[in-house]
């Protein structure tokens, strides 16, 4: 069992700045990639940007030269540093993380936090 939680999220006026961050926990063996999505009301979930195990990243084409994702993996976190933010930018921003754990037997699994609001004010 693992669980993702979020925190950062906020209300920001155009052209500030927000950190999120991604704790996760549980019986984690290993943690391969991790990414952000986000999602808006009557829309898909889309990929942000996303960091492996090996640290390479992939930004979607509206994060790239904004947004900068990160790990601390002695923490199990995941990190998203986004700079010059634009009101497109607001959304729900969803944690993922592709996990290995044992809980009772050893599972790969695709986890998902409950995401945090990010608001940006014109």
């Known amino acids: 069992q693992v669980q993702l939680v979020e925190s950062g999220g906020g209300l920001v006026q155009a052209g500030g700045s927000l950190r999120l961050s991604c704790a996760a926990s549980?019986?984690?063996?290993?943690?391969?990639?991790m990414a952000w999505y986000r999602q808006t009301p009557g829309k898909q979930r889309d990929l942000v940007a996303r960091?492996?195990?090996?640290?390479?990243?992939i930004y979607a084409d509206s994060a790239k030269g904004r947004f900068t994702i990160s790990r601390d993996n002695a923490e199990n976190t995941v990190h998203l540093q986004m700079r010059s933010l634009k009101p497109e930018d607001t959304a729900v921003y969803y944690c993922?993380?592709?996990?290995?754990?044992?809980?009772?037997?050893?599972?790969?699994?695709?986890?998902w936090g409950q995401g945090t609001q990010v608001t940006v004010s014109s």
């Open positions: 960091i492996g195990s090996g640290d390479s990243t």
């Open positions: 549980g019986s984690i063996v290993r943690i391969n990639a």
């Open positions: 993922n993380a592709h996990v290995t754990s044992y809980f009772r037997t050893i599972d790969t699994n695709d986890y």
